[in-house]
């Protein structure tokens, strides 16, 4: 058979077969290059690796620098560490760090009513001392102290951004240091007093508080040394010991004895507050400077207490409620002229020499001390006008020549004032009468005898003829001795 005449088999690719004849695409004309000349390429592929050059350079550069400053930077940390670390002592001699003693004045029965000098208290440690007192002290002053390495970048930046934003310069105000650095600007970073090179502990001790940026560096590698030295509760003990703590308290043991008459292992959370709020300004918030200020204080510090976790808001509001008080010592202040007193006339190696801490038991009786006060308070509150200038002292001796009371001024309540009792040196005026009249009676005479006050001339050896006179410049004829000492007549007590 032949194919002729059939159709032809369908195969796969014409099984469909499009429906009209596609017509021969027409030959795509290619797409218009942009022509770029040579010396236009040529400058651009230039550019390209120039500024990729100079990155990957300047990248190099930087890096090597970084890395080497880094290991530059570590190894002077390292040796400026062990510098310090070959120096340091065991912690337990670093506790007293006081060129000087302190006195402490008792009265005639025993009790203590005065201090001077710089009183150290004892030793009290991070494990004896109160938990409210050690958590307000963390609370306040360095809340990662148990986590950090003895210095904090968090805290230092935070408080160069306030010095910044409260207008001063970034290393001004607050300082952001650590429990750690602030122990090592206690210990003046390994500087014990010298007294050839200061003039005294006060200069000794504001050099060492300065805050300059080299000050700074040096402080945290010291305080470096002291992580690795100490343990964080001996850090703690140390700085326990040698905060000042205002009204020449140095410690916190002495500071509870000075104003609650209580070990600090025995403080309670309003009293711990009080204490841990007076680190910012010693001397401002003492409560024997302005009670009501330090009790203010100490509420602030109840309240980081509370927001940390130390406290209960119960145990908050009660300490609020419950406000910390002095002693009865310490709220009486009693005996301040007396006192200073006795420092200057006892021998210098017992009192401004001493490198001790001595006790005097004195001869000054508290409750005459205190009466002898409310009488001159009474004196110028009834009968002495505000605006009057006038002073005045009292002085209470007992028969056998023993001092039992002293007031040398207007002011009681006062420690290294002006004493009228015993540097004024003027005449006794008319306090010298009643002791006339006093041997006049011992002579015979009786209140009610007489006088007679008119004028009169005494020649005095050496000075001539004197004429006394009243104050009132008047007379008053023939009066008694009572009406005479009554009206402080001079010239019946002359005659």
Known sequence: ??????????VAENRYPKTGVAKKSAKRKPATKRRTTPTA????????????GLIRFVFMVLWRISWRGALAIAIMLAIGIGYYMQDLKPYEELLDGRAKGSVTLLDRSGAVFAWRGEQFGGIITANTVSPHLKNAIIATEDRRFYQHFGISPRGLASAIRINLREGRGPLSGHGGSTLTQQTAKLLC??????????????AYERECQEGSLWRKVKEATFALALELKYTKDEILTIYLARAYLGAGARGFEAASHRYF?????????????????????PSRYAPTNNLKRAQERANLIIGLMEAQGYISSTSAQLARINPAQLSDAAAAQAGGYFADWVMQEAPDFLTRTTTEDVIIQTTLDQTMQAKAEEALKWVFDEKVSPESKAQAAIVVMSADGAVRAMVGGRQTK???AFNRATQALRQTGSAFKPFVYATALDLGYSPMDTVVDEPITLKIPGSGPW???????????????????RQSLNIPAVR
Do not use: C, H, Q
């Open 189 to 202: 970073m390994g500087t014990e007093f010298d007294p050839k090179k200061w003039k005294n502990e006060r």
């Open 467 to 485: 004429n006394p006179k009243n104050y009132t410049e008047e007379f008053y004829g023939t009066v008694t001795l009572n009406e005479a000492l």
């Open 414 to 416: 006062v420690a290294g």
């Open 1 to 10: 058979m032949t194919n002729k005449g059939k159709k032809p088999r369908l």
């Open 261 to 281: 008459g209580k070990s600090a292992a025995e403080v309670t959370v309003s009293e711990a507050a009080m204490l841990a709020g007076l680190l910012v300004a």
């Open 41 to 52: 390429k040529k400058r651009g592929n230039l550019l390209t690796r120039f500024i990729s």
